[in-house]
């Protein structure tokens, strides 16, 4: 049973990517352009994880974060921020906010397949 | 990888564009704006992520500082005064050629980015990388935690039966905070990651479990001792509670006895123990509340940590085992305790049902749906289709009336549907290829400061009407004339500062750039609030330039349009802005060859206003059908001036075979559409035709004498270079509704042809004297 990993990020290019170094990992993939969609997606699909961009409109990453924490069906998630090096203190907001874990761009997939491992039962 | 890089670079310039855009806003009084703002900064982070997955270095610096300042703008600290705006918009440029490079090679002048990137960091007190590493890890001493920097191999390679020899045991203490099971962290699954390392015993401490009136759902009671023996450095068994680390209270010490107290137990840590001990604290009230043990197991169902808690205490109650295993199997056999190994809210730990595929495309459409890519030879097909029927439908109309239906007929209401249809089709297929300007009207702003720099002006630009849609390929036909009318408009049209302020205008000059529908056409002003054409200055060089007679007497109108003659350049110097030999004739000309008029209107001392009149699609035109030696030709309705019938008194015979007609003071020539299309070897009595006043190619008047005028219609284009070969004097073919071929004029060749031998406009010109 291959996990469904959910990824919002406004960058085509960004989801691209996921999708492909995902896909080749095995997992299902589930994509929306913003925190926004990210829940619409939420609301009748479920993610085994979830990874996140912080900048996004509408709904930033840290915003979709909180609500999923408080959505009791998925608030167990683990949510995976993607974050560049220096994006330190957007890290700790993100934590604060309810993320598992990180993941630093540019990712190399062993490096995303990694991060995904290590929160994940 | 490569459809990825052209997702990227595509992704770019809607980002460049949106950057561009927003800068503007902001200039314009956006600033206020956090959403114009952020989507700024949003734009520069979004390439400065994507180029870093694809190595492209020099871009990820210039983005970083950029970036850098767009944060302090957002975050308040910068205020976007008129300096740091041209600064934000210079850097946008080097961005946009980094980009460009980027993608298609080549260079980008270094000392350029260098100054940007000065300028930038200056803004932003942060001083530019000097290349090399994008950037220092500054600042992360002091949140406690960095990135993740060890290359983990993929798990499944990783062998995790190897025994390890002589390794280090390490002792890890381990006690999680609530926080790290809120944040869906679980001890379970970082007692698996160390595993992995080496070989794991691990005891659970389960003294601090209460009684369960006593339990706080989301509270933490269980802690755990690890001993872990590994050939693993210590940072490696340390990376394994990077995710965590702030979340649990953990201390590594190997066999040595060094302590690496992993967590110096600082005031924060304090205060969450604190924090939680609080919870811990209040948590009893909150259940007594609820005297139903069920309905409290239901809030916990909901979603805690405790829950799974609970249930690795209770089955390590009921197994009896030591609390004490050895972890590798333990792992793969649930006996560790694995305190939140069944998800709160998810009792079941697989995903709780396959993942419908068809929901998971929603995910995927609901982006799709918005916009889809179609290659373009597939509308054109569809154009070409519709094009068909518009015929089509033209001929059953007329095979109708010539059957004598009358129009009350059922046949003849129903084709009026079919007609109204033909007609929606065809305006839909039609805004398929529509495009709004917007797309040429952004590259302007761009120009508009190169010039400006180059030039030594001031110069804003206001855009209007960039929403207006017309056909794709008149979209991209129009980005040159219009390049070089703005070029024109501030290089010749705008006065140097000191000039506007001594005429007391404003020191900054304007350039006003719209597009509107008027109509069934585009229109496209350039309109500056320069000095005006200097019409003295242009008269003199085009008698200079033998265009014009001395003697001729000219409007201030046609003075103004000697500027489109060929050969004529108004800047005694050509300047690198303007010049580029290309004059204003071609710039008439590219847009005539697109079915387009340009005419302009000036002030002397307020300016001037060159206006575009452009059709809206290329694949239809409006005609008007006339008869000529039995030919039926179709001349473009929008090169007609009027339509007038000669008296035979009004021509006057011209040298040669030369006539020309006297028109209300004026003469034009008289061009003979049989003749130069050589459908007859005879000059046509004008008496017995009509004449079509046409204005040509470089601004000047004719008459197109043809034998009668069927009427007006639109008709389908139908390229006959690519049915037939090319034709002078025809620029392409339709299919009438009787079914007939007819030909479409081109007015400038057939006008051109005429002047071949003649004495030709100018002497017209000078005639009229």
Redo the contacts between chains.
Sequence with gaps: ?S??ILTVD?????R??LL?ALQEAGF?V????DGL?GL??LQ???A?VIITDI???HLDGFGFIEHV?RD????????LV?????D??K??RA?SA??????????HP??L???I????? | MDSLRQIFFQECEEQLAELESGLLEIQSGGADDPEIVNAVFRAVHSIKGGAGAFALEDLVRFAHVFETVLDEVRKGRLTTSSNVIETLLRSADVLSDLVRVARDGGTVDDGRIRTCSDELAALSGVPAPAGGAEEADEGFDDIGFTPVTVALPVFDDLDISAEPEGGTEYTIEFKPYPSLYSNANEPVVLLRELSRLGEVTATCDTSAVPNLEEIDPEGSYLSWTIQLKTEQAEDEVRSIFEFVDGDCELTISDASGSTASAEPVDDEIEALLARVRGEVEEAPDAIREDNNADAAFGSFGSSNAVMGQLEAVEAMQAEQPKPTAPAPQAAANNLVPPPAAEKPGSPQPEPAKPPAPAKNEKGATSEAAQTIRVDLDRVDRLMNLVGELVINQAMLSQRLSEAGLSRSSEFATGLDEFEQLTRDIQEGVMAIRAQPVKSVFQRMPRLVREVAAATNKKVRLVTEGEGTEVDKTVIERLADPLTHMIRNAIDHGLEKPEVRVANGKREEGLVRLSATHRSGRIVIDIADDGAGINRARVRAIAEEKGLIQPSAQLTDEEVDNLIFLPGFSTASTISDISGRGVGMDVVKRSIQALGGRVSISSRPGEGSTFTLSLPLTLAVLYGMVVTVADQTLVVPLTSIIETLKPKPDDVHGFGGDSRVIGLRNNFVPLVDVGRELGFRSQAADPGAGVALLVESDGGGHSALLVDAIQGQRQVVIKSLEANYGRVPGIAAATILGDGRVALILDVDAVVAGARIGNLGQEAVLAMAG
């Design positions: 049973m996990k469904t406004d960058s085509r290019t960004m691209e990517m492909l299902h589930l994509q929306a352009e969609k619409e997606v009748d699909q479920r085994d900048n996004m409109p924490r009791s069906t998925h608030r167990a998630v683990p949510i993607l974050t560049t090096e220096s330190a203190e890290k700790n934590r309810g993320a598992t874990g990180w993941i630093v761009k540019p990712f062993v490096k397949v990694d991060a491992r290590r929160v994940s039962a």
